[in-house]
């Protein structure tokens, strides 16, 4: 009954910016760990960012200086603003999410949304 949904995901210029956002209805105010991976074709799924319960923000070193995570009040929403694309941000984006201290403590999530598709073009 948990959805995560996605949005933002659009075609930019390299050096553009976007703004992806996913929401989770029914976290409400739970503490709860969400994230934003990615995946381009023939490559592994990477995680992009990680917010913990505490709010504790890691980024991968790709996006590091370039993308930056944000959670509203609610924290039930991970906002990714994602500026200076580059044609390597290419993938589908998606969200994850979980509820458990051991699941997210170890960057894992078991609610997943379907993912919003980021092409950035040279």
């Known amino acids: 009954q948990v959805h995560l949904v996605e949005s933002g995901g659009a075609s930019v210029q390299a050096g553009g910016s976007l703004r992806l956002s996913c929401a989770v209805p029914g976290f409400t105010d739970s503490r709860n760990c969400m994230a934003w991976f990615r995946q381009a074709p023939g490559k592994e799924r990477e995680g992009v960012v990680h917010v913990d319960m505490d709010d504790n923000v890691t980024y991968a070193d790709s996006v590091k200086g370039r993308f930056t995570a944000s959670r509203p009040n609610a924290k039930n929403t991970l906002i990714l603003q994602m500026d200076n694309l580059k044609p390597d941000d290419t993938a589908t984006y998606y969200c994850?999410?979980?509820?458990?201290?051991?699941?997210?403590?170890?960057?894992?999530?078991?609610?997943w949304g379907q993912g919003t598709q980021v092409t950035v073009s040279s």
């Open positions: 994850a999410a979980d509820l458990r201290t051991a699941w997210c403590r170890s960057k894992s999530y078991v609610y």
